[in-house]
């Protein structure tokens, strides 16, 4: 028994090595597509070949030479969004939006996300943010990735995406909750649910209601609109279904150590 017990162990020792090893990989390789990249002051710049960015990136690489030979260096605080897609489906257009937020700590520094709508009004938009993306081969889609934790025992667990808030007319976005694997749902940052609310203290029973746990994450939308109404504002909506869904498909691949990486030029559907 001792030796079955020991034999499983290290299988799974070698499973939850295997797993991020390929969710390392994942993340540490760059891929390129057809682009146009949108400048905080409106300016939109079309280009042979965009990096997909990631979550924390500082700096988007892009270039007009199909071999990136000559490339040029981004700064992501000067984009407000990127718009790729697969040359096989140049109608399907993606976007992601960069959303600086600032980090926890002392030091006052800023981790910069990218992701896209699934709840808005005129007061303030919530986005979806995953780590990596992946365009489809087969649809030209693009789907946020989820990448699996192995922990004690050998369990396993998805993580979440990044929901974060970024209100009209403000520069710097705040991390509010997350949306688990297969769902739509936002959950609030429990950790932080003080922080959050303080975000909807302009409707104070919005503020209350967050703090004694009667407000929920699933109710944003509503919290949305009430904010807007508060300061006058119209035009609350409710992002379609397809956006708010079409990251957290059970037919999204999570990173393990079963998946493979095809490339870096715009073929990184596993």
């Known amino acids: 028994m001792k030796r079955i017990i020991a034999a499983l162990s290290l299988v799974m020792l070698s499973v939850a090595v295997h797993a991020q090893l390929a969710a390392m990989i994942h993340k540490a390789i760059n891929v390129y597509y057809p682009g146009i990249v949108t400048f905080n002051d409106g300016r939109q710049v079309e280009y042979k070949q965009v990096e997909l960015p990631k979550e924390g990136e500082t700096e988007i690489t892009v270039s007009n030479d199909a071999k990136r030979k000559k490339t040029t260096v981004l700064q992501s605080e000067k984009i407000q969004s990127i718009t790729v897609w697969y040359e096989d489906y140049p109608s399907v ?21 990218w992701g896209y709508p699934i709840y808005s009004s005129a007061w303030g938009t919530v986005y979806q943010c995953h780590i990596t993306y992946t365009l489809d081969k087969k649809t030209g889609q693009l789907d946020g990735d989820y990448y699996e934790s192995v922990g004690a025992y050998g369990m396993r667990s998805v993580n979440p995406a990044s929901a974060v808030l970024l ?95 095809n490339g870096t030029d715009g073929d990184d559907t596993f």
């Open 93 to 113: 257009r993606n976007t992601l939006y960069h959303i600086s937020v600032e980090s926890d700590g002392k030091n006052k520094t800023y981790k910069s996300y």
């Open 167 to 261: 209100r009209k007319g403000k520069k710097k976005g705040m991390y509010i909750g997350y949306v688990p694997y297969n769902s739509s749902t936002l959950w609030w940052n429990m950790l932080k649910l003080k922080a959050v609310a303080e975000n909807f203290a302009d409707v104070p029973y919005i503020r209350q209601g967050i703090l004694k746990k009667t407000v929920f994450g699933n109710d944003i939308q509503f919290v949305l609109d009430m904010m807007a109404l508060s300061h006058g504002l119209h035009g609350g909506q409710e992002i379609s279904d397809f956006d708010k869904t079409h990251a957290t498909s059970s037919d999204r691949p999570v990173v393990t150590e079963t998946l493979g990486i």
